[in-house]
């Protein structure tokens, strides 16, 4: 399994652009990178999937360079609500080998 | 309509003690999984099912033991508690794709106590 980095924490403010890069050196040819967001006292909630270049939908964006060993994370103008702790997976989910949770990037945002 | 729901929510027992929390999902999805998350947050993968059949165990204690009675349901019998058992137990499930792209829903959680 593809084994993942990413910042501990960061903080930032409302209304500002939040970027948070994870690194997947050893990312296989089929794996997909998936992030999950998770607030105090929830489950963790699908936030984004991709495999390749970009992929936008109503809550963030992810940025995969060519080579796939890194991803980005974009969360436009952020808001209170938004702090919470963001979960880089790398892998292929296919019931018979399970993706690993890391440590997550805790994500305070100020006002 | 929720998607993935535990019971109970919190759980508070003595050690030595027998206790199951359930789960159920109503998104028709053919896998489903237990998670524990420890007191640090890390969340760990305990079992997967997938159409009733158990396909993962990641090292997990023989006193857990995962019961699915349809695919909708996946149950988590733990005997004979002990205080490490202490932590928040997700349940979640899957639609699986067969690329291996795939997102998970989750539970709110059990927060389990073991005193």
């Known amino acids: 399994l593809a084994k993942t980095t990413q910042p501990i924490s960061m903080d930032s403010y409302e209304g500002q652009e939040v970027n948070i890069t994870c690194s997947h050196n050893?990312?296989?040819?089929?794996?997909?990178i998936t992030w999950y967001q998770q607030f105090p006292s929830q489950g963790p909630r699908f936030i984004i999937q991709?495999?390749?270049t970009k992929v936008t939908n109503e809550v963030a964006s992810l940025f995969i360079p060519a080579d796939r060993k890194s991803s980005t994370l974009s969360l436009p103008r952020v808001s209170l609500s938004d702090t919470a702790v963001y979960y880089c997976?790398?892998?292929?989910?296919?019931?018979?080998?399970?993706?690993?949770f890391g440590s997550g990037t805790r994500l305070q945002v100020q006002p | 309509d929720t998607a993935v729901s535990q019971t109970p929510k919190y759980l508070v027992t003595q050690m030595g003690n027998d206790k199951s929390i359930k789960c159920e999902q109503n998104?028709?999805?053919?896998?489903m999984y237990w998670y524990k998350q420890d007191s640090k947050k890390f969340l760990k993968i305990m079992f997967s099912?997938?159409?009733?059949?158990?396909?993962i165990n990641e090292t997990v204690p023989n006193r857990f033991s995962p019961k699915s009675p349809d695919k909708a349901h996946l149950n988590l019998h733990i005997n004979s508690l002990e205080l490490g058992d202490s932590a928040v137990y997700f349940c979640?499930?899957?639609?699986?794709?067969?690329?291996?792209?795939?997102?998970?829903?989750f539970g709110p959680g059990t927060r389990l106590t073991v005193t």
């Open positions: 050893n990312i296989a040819t089929n794996d997909y």
């Open positions: 099912y997938n159409n009733k059949e158990l396909i």
């Open positions: 998104l028709g999805h053919d896998t």
């Open positions: 979640a499930s899957t639609q699986l794709h067969g690329d291996g792209g795939a997102e998970q829903y």
């Open positions: 991709g495999y390749k």
């Open positions: 997976l790398v892998g292929v989910d296919t019931g018979r080998r399970a993706l690993t």
